[in-house]
Structures are given as structure tokens and as C-alpha cells.
């Protein structure tokens, strides 16, 4: 039986869009709910994004459609780069390989951390799931590429 041309075009129409389909879902990058931060497409912000590391914490790096932010592990680990200033100055601070961190407590809950740089300009924000068994050692890891930021004042309350 000879197939009419009507409906061989329409096959290959649906063809078309599936094929168009697939490539858009293999091609996209996710948000992982990551907002990025104003300035997150500075210089700096980028210099800081392309020093992260491909694999940390035992996760593979994700691509991340935000200017200024690097995720890793489905989003168990985010880090943000960008004008942040959402911690006050009274809050006491740890410090992991020279630079200053103090803790975000509005955004820490439920096994959750979220750290900021203090005193880098500008600033990064390392948010962790409840998943991150050695929190501190992802900290650690990422304050290696963060000491680059530069640093316009220190810490005077540690904890």
C-alpha cells in the first residue's frame, strides 16, 4: 500500500519536532533554583566560576545557566559570586585557607549550610545540602579559588 504524500509529510513534521525535542533536552542547562547574584557577571566572577573545580566533594561539576555560579551534585552544592551582602557585620566569623567565612544563618536550617565570604569584594556564597557529609572540607576546597577575591578587610570576631 502506497503512502499518500499528506500523511508522509506529517510523519516526517513529527519527526522533525521530536528530533528538535531531544536536542533541546540534551542541549539545556539547568537552574538548579540558583539566583544568580547582581554582579555575578563581573570579571572577577567569572575568573572565580572558571577555577572551580571539575569534581568536589565526590560530585561532578553541573552546568548552571546562571552568570556567576557553579554547581555541583544536582545542586547539593552551589557556590555564588556577586555582590552579597546579606550577613551582618556582628556575626563571628572561621577562617579556612586565608580567607574569612561567616555563616548565613537565615539561609542555614534543616542539615543545610550556607557560608559567605567576609571582607572579599566580591563576595562568595557556598550553600550545601544536608546531603554534604564533610562540610568544612568542601569549605576548604573552595577557599583555595575564593582567596583570588580580593580582600578589603578581615574578620574581628571569630568563633
Do not use: F
Amino acid at each position: 500500500m502506497e503512502m499518500t504524500s499528506g500523511r508522509r509529510l506529517a510523519q516526517v513534521g513529527v519527526m522533525a519536532v521530536c528530533a528538535a525535542v531531544l536536542a533541546a533536552c540534551g542541549t539545556s542547562s539547568r537552574s538548579y533554583n540558583v539566583s544568580g547574584a547582581p554582579g555575578g557577571d563581573s570579571a572577577a566572577c567569572s575568573g572565580l566560576v572558571g577555577k572551580a573545580p571539575q569534581k568536589l566533594g565526590g560530585y561532578e561539576r553541573d552546568e548552571s545557566d546562571q552568570k556567576g555560579t557553579a554547581v555541583w551534585g544536582d545542586g547539593d552544592v552551589v557556590l555564588r559570586c556577586g555582590n552579597i551582602s546579606d550577613v551582618p557585620e556582628s556575626a563571628s566569623c572561621t577562617s579556612a585557607k586565608g580567607v574569612d567565612w561567616v555563616v548565613n544563618e537565615k539561609k542555614t536550617h534543616g542539615g543545610a549550610k550556607t557560608v559567605l565570604s567576609y571582607g572579599r569584594s566580591p563576595a562568595a556564597e557556598i550553600t550545601l545540602s544536608e546531603r554534604i557529609k564533610d562540610k568544612d572540607a568542601v569549605i576548604g576546597e573552595l577557599s583555595g579559588i575564593v582567596s583570588g577575591l580580593a580582600k578589603q578587610k578581615a574578620c574581628v570576631k571569630r568563633s
